[in-house]
């Protein structure tokens, strides 16, 4: 497609519940990146993915989070038993290769609200 | 650990006022610069970016930024604003772990 895609742009869910978060990058891009931002706060990194790899996990809080990239296009991330801390804006971020020559395009994010 | 810090957190200007939102980034080395503005009801985008080379970096709609190394410097400037520059702007570095990090962004509102 032309940009990121998310999906769902919103999600309520309650206390507890599993999410499922979706995202659909740019069309050949091999780089594909999941931030959270919080009210007031800027994007904080949760994992890279190259290709089908997560090459760097070291940004989930804990092991509630888990993301996936099976075919290295479309990527899932899965949060269990959420919690109320976990309501924030999810975004994901794709880029040709790394990010350094490109930065990344962003799509519009998950707005995750945990009742 | 990395950090990027953007001590402005809100600035509210009048139209045709200048601007300048400061970044400050927290050990050297090699790095690559971006400034990300994010207008209301939309998604990040990029302003402009530093890699190499002449440390001033034009970006689009007038902005422009200076890279200044032996202050970790990178800040944000616009010589005249316009009501439609209100959004959040965010500095991110790269310092070649793969992954941007991002201060906490400005909130800027501009007034007509």
């Known amino acids: 497609g032309a940009g990121v895609s998310q999906t769902p742009s919103n999600k309520v869910t309650e206390k507890g519940k599993y999410v499922e978060l979706r995202c659909d990058p740019i069309s050949g891009h091999t780089a594909l990146y999941w931030y959270r931002q919080s009210l007031g706060q800027g994007p904080e990194f949760l994992i890279y993915?190259?290709?089908?790899?997560?090459?760097?996990d070291s940004g989930l809080p804990n092991d509630r989070f888990f993301a996936v990239r099976p075919e290295g296009s479309v990527s899932t991330l899965k949060i269990q038993r959420t919690e109320r801390g976990d309501s924030a804006v999810y975004l994901c971020?794709?880029?040709?290769?790394?990010?350094?020559?490109?930065?990344?395009?962003f799509g519009s994010g998950t707005r995750l609200t945990v009742v | 650990a990395q950090s990027v810090s953007q001590h402005n957190h809100h600035v509210i200007l009048s139209e045709a006022a200048s601007l300048e939102l400061g970044c400050n980034y927290s050990?050297?080395?090699?790095?690559?610069l971006f400034w990300y503005v994010q207008y209301p009801g939309q998604h990040l985008q990029l302003l402009l970016k530093?890699?190499?080379?002449?440390?001033l970096v034009k970006g689009i709609k007038g902005f422009e930024a200076e890279f200044i190394k032996s202050k970790f410097s990178f800040n944000l400037r616009k010589p005249s604003v316009q009501w439609s520059d209100t959004a959040e702007y965010f500095c991110?570095?790269?310092?070649?772990?793969?992954?941007?990090?991002f201060g906490t962004g400005t909130r800027l509102l501009v007034s007509p």
């Open positions: 971020a794709s880029s040709p290769e790394g990010p350094a020559n490109y930065g990344y395009t």
């Open positions: 530093y890699f190499s080379g002449d440390p």
């Open positions: 993915f190259q290709g089908t790899g997560a090459a760097d």
């Open positions: 050990y050297g080395g090699t790095v690559n």
């Open positions: 991110a570095v790269y310092w070649g772990f793969q992954k941007l990090v």
